[in-house]
Every structure is written in C-alpha cells, then in structure tokens.
C-alpha cells in the first residue's frame, strides 16, 4: 500500500467519480481504476459502490465522518468524547514567502502542521481535522470548524479535553472539561495538593486520547512530512482513515 494509492483514493471519494478523479490528477482512468482495486484487495473489502453516474463509499469506505456526524453519533450512543491536539514536522516555506514564520511552533521552534484528534472512551479514533499551520492556537481551529455550534445543538454530549482547549471549558463549563488552572506560586501546601488531585483525575480519563493519536504515527510519513505541505492534508485523512476503520472492529 503506497500513499499515493491512498491520496487518490481520497480523491475519487471527494469526486465521486473515477474518470473526474482520473482528469483532476491527470492519470488514465484505467491507472486509477487498478491503483484503487489493488487498495480493496489489500484492505480485503470494497471501498466503492459503483453505479451508473459514478461511485460512492461503501460502508467500509465510509470510515471518518464529519465533526458534525461524530457529534451526532456521540450523542445518539453516549458517548464522552476526548479531544486534544496533534502535529507533525513539515519542511519550512522558503524565505521571503507569506507566512514563513506562521508554521514555528513549540519549545524547540520546530515548523509544524497542527491537526485535532477525536476518539472515545476506548480510544477508539473518531476523527481528524482542523488542519493549520502550527502556530496557530488549537481551539481557534475548531471553533472555525463550528464546534461551538455543535456543543449547543448536543447538549448531552460531553467532553474531556487538552490545556489548549481552556477557552471550550470556560465557554461549556456543564460539557467540556479541562484541566485545572496551575495555582499561583504562593498558594498553600492544601491547594497544590487538591489541584495535583484534580489534574490526575482528568489525566486519567484523558489518556486514551494519545491512543488515538499515536496509531497514526506509526506510519513514518505521519512523524515528518517531507513532501509538499498542501499534500499532507489529504494523506493525513487517508491514513488516518485506515485507522478509523480498524479501530471500530475493536
């Protein structure tokens, strides 16, 4: 399995169609056709529905929804969802091109592309997006993808996030929890030791997050992306999808 088998099939699900996929990648329809047969046998089930105007995913090429299907699910089945953030090393924009600097990002000042995982109490990945550069504050990306909207149409839905996600639980205080503020450097003995409490407790119903987020990094391309940056969106999705799938057999 190649990632570019998994980029066009990518493709082919956004167009819906082999042949369009075919002309928008420039390839022979007959090239794609195979690259996307050879991906179903290998993963052992059929991605694609075909059907008179074109494809559509099969349920097993379904695999990530929309923010807004997870929300939905999450709601329909109980589920507490656990969201935190990700990133991966990308090569930095030449000098002199717009937002250079935009991509720096970390103690180590390192060029990153930031995504955000979802998954379940299980660990279960659920979805991935929210892509920006990585010096871009996480919960400004999901509040661009319209969490806060989802948070009030759910209101049953809760959950745990990342310190980065502060503004999500200061906002849906009664569905997002975060962890608690550090105390000032005067506080008593008492006071640390309660929020060393609290901090633990949230950790550990927190944890199983990074479950989610380090299948995907076993794939070596998803550790350090050396490819063109506005390719590594759909490669993200594609692996991230793979995972997805595997995930809900467990």
Not at 9 to 34: D, H, M
Not at 51 to 61: D, K, N
Not at 120 to 140: C, E, I, K, N, S
Not at 194 to 219: D, F, G, L, V
Request: glycine residues 8%; contains cysteine; hydrophobic residues 35%.
């Amino acid at each position: 399995m190649e990632l570019r088998e998994l980029r066009n099939f990518t493709r082919v699900a956004r167009a819906g169609s082999v042949s369009r996929a075919a002309a928008e990648l420039r390839l022979a329809q007959p090239a794609l056709s195979r690259q996307i047969k050879k991906l179903e046998y290998e993963l052992g089930v059929p991605l694609f529905i075909r059907h008179g105007r074109g494809v559509r995913l099969s349920q097993a090429g379904l695999r990530l929804r929309t923010l807004a299907d997870v929300f939905a699910y999450a709601a329909a089945q109980g589920v507490q969802l656990r969201i935190d953030g990700t990133e991966v090393q990308v090569r930095r924009p030449r000098a002199g091109r717009p937002g250079r600097r935009a991509f720096v990002s970390g103690k180590k000042k390192q060029n990153t592309i930031k995504s955000t995982a979802i998954s379940d109490g299980r660990g279960r990945l659920l979805w991935l997006g929210a892509f920006r550069p990585g010096r871009m504050h996480d919960v400004t990306a999901l509040r661009t993808d319209g969490i806060e909207d989802l948070l009030r149409r759910y209101p049953d839905v809760e959950a745990e996030v990342d310190a980065g996600y502060q503004g999500l639980a200061r906002d849906f205080p009664g569905q997002v929890s975060a962890p608690p503020k550090k105390p000032r450097a005067d506080a008593s003995p008492e006071e640390t030791a309660r929020w060393e409490q609290q901090r633990h407790r949230q950790s550990s119903q927190r944890i199983c997050i990074e479950h989610a987020i380090a299948e995907p990094k076993q794939w070596r391309t998803m550790q350090r992306w050396t490819g063109r940056r506005e390719y590594f969106q759909e490669t993200a999705l594609a692996i991230a999808g793979l995972v997805s799938d595997r995930a809900a057999e467990r």
